[in-house]
């Protein structure tokens, strides 16, 4: 496996590593469409509470730590969660 090195180097007048992938900003249409879908997707969640635990998750809090904040059980947490993937899936669908 070659790493960021197969993009060439300084050296060599090649891109720096994965730099060379860097693209635009996105547009402000784009992220004003990202936004919506997200509330879009919050809304579809049946409580306050499953809410919550997804909007944690994202912002990347582990289920132990979840748990600790709604003084329940991992294990809760975890159903919980399972809930939110079954209803956005079906969602999808």
Known sequence: M?????????QDGGA???EL???PEPTPALLLEIDEEFDRLLQQLPSVSLREVAL???EGYSNEEI???FDTSVRSV???LQIIRETWRDGLE
């Open 2 to 10: 070659r790493g960021a090195s197969v993009f060439g180097s300084a």
């Open 16 to 18: 720096r590593g994965f």
């Open 56 to 58: 944690l998750r994202m």
């Open 78 to 80: 975890e159903r919980k």
């Open 67 to 69: 748990a600790q904040k």
């Open 21 to 23: 992938l860097e693209g």
